[in-house]
């Protein structure tokens, strides 16, 4: 999203091990391009090998935007009209909540778009995406009416209940997994435990 030019490292694919190696080699730079990565990704979208397959754009935003929320509103009926949905997951930007917020509500068709704003001191970002409808599907959706995100009135809901440490049971095979079940979907669990202990190993060496 950032750097010189929005850049697509990876299509479209079924192998794990691609996606970490292509998430290994994005490196940190510049400043994000958030509506021109989003479009780069709409365009990429078009280009999927299975045209029968729903459109999603799933977007982490770690950065303030510039943006206002008319031109969020804008974008989110352009997503909206070419059937887009998009998943917004914010990181401790509070300023971003109400724009972006604005462009999920306007993509939004019958709850097939979400947002989720992470708050500062949050421990386990992972938490809060297992409990959020991003990763629970549409249907799980529907049915928490927008559980786990950030509801119509703008109340915090079910993020702040998880973020204070009550996201649910998890046992503790499951937390070295991030909260995946490992039965139940081991490749998936596999390639989380790698990225916690890559994180882990980075904090280790920057607290040295």
Known sequence: MAGARTEVHLTQCTEIGDFLSAMASISIN????????????????KHRMNKTQRQRVIVFVGHPISEDIEECETLGAHLRRNN????????????????LQALVNAANNSNNSNFLDVPMGASMITDLLFTSPILQGEDAQMAGNNAGGIPADGSAGMVVDAAAGNAGPATSADNQFGGINYNMDPELAHA??????EER???????K
């Open 192 to 197: 989380i435990q790698i990225s916690m202990q």
């Open 84 to 99: 887009v949905a998009i998943d917004i997951i914010n990181f401790a930007n509070p300023d971003n909540v109400p724009r």
């Open 30 to 45: 510049g400043y994000a391009k958030l509506f021109t990565s989003i479009k780069v990704a709409q365009l990429a979208l």
């Open 201 to 207: 190993a980075r904090q280790g060496e920057e607290a």
